[in-house]
């Protein structure tokens, strides 16, 4: 029994509707999340194979710009795009089962390990020409593998 005066609330029938408009708005929302998982796939592997090719040019040159060596701070560029691209892939982690996601990892590790060799090579500040041959197959790898995450993606949207 309610004692008088209380005031009872009744489940009213706009909280249903507010129910179902949430209900429809994530649906929407996941359904556009599914079309940024290929936009920012890609975004993140012209990034990657951008900045490979351009670790690359600096191998071809030792590591000199004008006659002066690259700067650490300037290597920082290629870190943050690692660390950026690892955060989407964090972001999007419940696509971890399709092939796309899988390779986009995989590419990942390909730059994360041709970036660590090239920089230890730029901090050697020596001349060696078969290191220098092998970062130029390590940049052929990543350029191999960001191929792979497209071929994927494409393979994906049929």
């Not at 592997?45 to 900045?51: K, P, Q, R």
């Not at 971890?96 to 590419?107: C, G, I, M, N, T």
């Given at each position: 029994m309610s004692?008088?005066?209380?005031?009872r609330i009744e489940p009213r029938a706009g909280f249903c509707r507010l129910a179902l408009l949430i209900?429809?708005?994530?649906?929407l929302a996941a359904g556009c999340y599914s079309s940024n998982y290929r936009r920012g796939i890609e975004a993140n592997?012209?990034?990657?194979?951008?900045?490979a090719d351009k670790l690359a040019d600096y191998?071809?040159?030792?590591?000199?710009l004008d006659s002066r060596p690259v700067s650490s701070e300037e290597m920082?560029?290629?870190?943050?795009?690692?660390?950026?691209?690892?955060?989407?892939?964090?972001?999007t982690a419940n696509s971890?089962?399709?092939?796309?996601?899988?390779?986009?990892?995989?590419?990942l590790a390909s730059y994360?390990?041709?970036?660590?060799?090239?920089?230890?090579?730029?901090?050697?500040?020596?001349?060696d020409p078969e290191a220098q041959k092998a970062l130029l197959q390590h940049h052929a790898e990543v350029t191999r593998q960001a191929?792979?995450?497209?071929?994927?993606?494409?393979a994906e949207a049929r």
């Open positions: 004692s008088p005066g209380a005031t209900v429809a708005l994530m649906a592997v012209a990034l990657v194979s951008d900045l191998c071809r040159t030792e590591f000199k920082g560029e290629f870190y943050y795009a690692l660390k950026k691209a690892r955060s989407f892939a964090a972001m971890a089962d399709k092939p796309s996601y899988r390779r986009f990892e995989q590419l994360e390990s041709f970036l660590q060799a090239a920089d230890q090579y730029r901090l050697s500040a020596r001349t191929q792979l995450v497209l071929d994927a993606i494409r």
